[in-house]
């Protein structure tokens, strides 16, 4: 079975702070693919980015970073300097094999920045 | 690109009616999706097509759900005699197939369903 765990509920920061995402996946694949989505108040899920199983280079893509561990499951996300609009719920998100069609999300980590 | 489109955005219907939304994928994806979500809650699954064939539907589609994809193009998600429980948004998305079977599914906007 596949699972997400997103283990923080909520974030607070203050604008201008980094912010880090946990996101920890089961899965008995060895083909898969990871997502983060953000979903801003207006409901949108907007795609981040995704990583497949068969590349574990991390990347930086302007404020944002990936950090894919295979060894322990773990697919984090980071936001560097922290602004106002990055107030959202952030999901992660597995695709695997057993359904090309199902992916099965965290529940989603709520992040508030503040100025 | 256009995104993926939903209509309409919001609906308020009252319990026992039926609504249907519509869902217009990015042009060019083979696969289109169906998604529900609750406040607080993260996306669930309902059902997905692969051209005009349905290839899966959740546990979740009751009976009195169905949806439709007749030519591979725009997709629609009928709900028969509404309860208060569906109220939720209805999450469209659509990609295509990537070479090892997975790819990037991109979502529309929701579509909000208020049932009275």
């Known amino acids: 079975a596949q699972k997400v765990t997103q283990a923080q509920t909520e974030i607070s920061v203050v604008e201008k702070e980094d912010v880090t995402l946990d996101c920890v996946y089961e899965t008995r694949d060895t083909t898969y693919y990871l997502f983060w989505y953000k979903q801003p108040p207006s409901g949108e899920l907007v795609f981040l980015i995704r990583?497949?199983?068969?590349?574990?280079q991390n990347e930086i893509s302007g404020r944002y970073s990936w950090n894919f561990q295979k060894s322990t499951s773990s697919f984090n996300f980071t936001i560097t300097a922290s602004q106002v609009v990055d107030s959202a719920v952030y999901f992660c998100a597995l695709l695997t094999t057993d359904s090309w069609g199902k992916l099965q999300f965290g529940a989603g980590t709520q992040v508030v920045v503040t100025p | 690109d256009t995104g993926v489109s939903q209509n309409p955005r919001h609906k308020i219907t009252k319990r026992g009616q039926n609504v249907t939304f519509r869902c217009d994928p990015i042009?060019?994806?083979?696969?289109l999706y169906w998604y529900r979500q609750t406040l607080g809650q993260g996306p669930e699954f309902l059902t997905y097509?692969?051209?005009?064939?349905?290839?899966?539907k959740s546990r979740l589609l009751s009976d009195r759900f169905s949806a439709e994809r007749p030519k591979g193009s725009f997709s629609t998600l009928e709900i028969q005699r509404t309860e208060q429980g569906d109220s939720a948004m209805y999450l469209c998305a659509s990609s295509t197939q990537g070479s090892r079977g997975g790819n990037t599914i991109y979502f529309g906007e929701g579509s909000w369903l208020t049932v009275v």
């Open positions: 990583r497949n199983s068969f590349d574990e």
């Open positions: 042009s060019e994806h083979n696969r």
């Open positions: 097509f692969q051209n005009e064939a349905q290839l899966e």
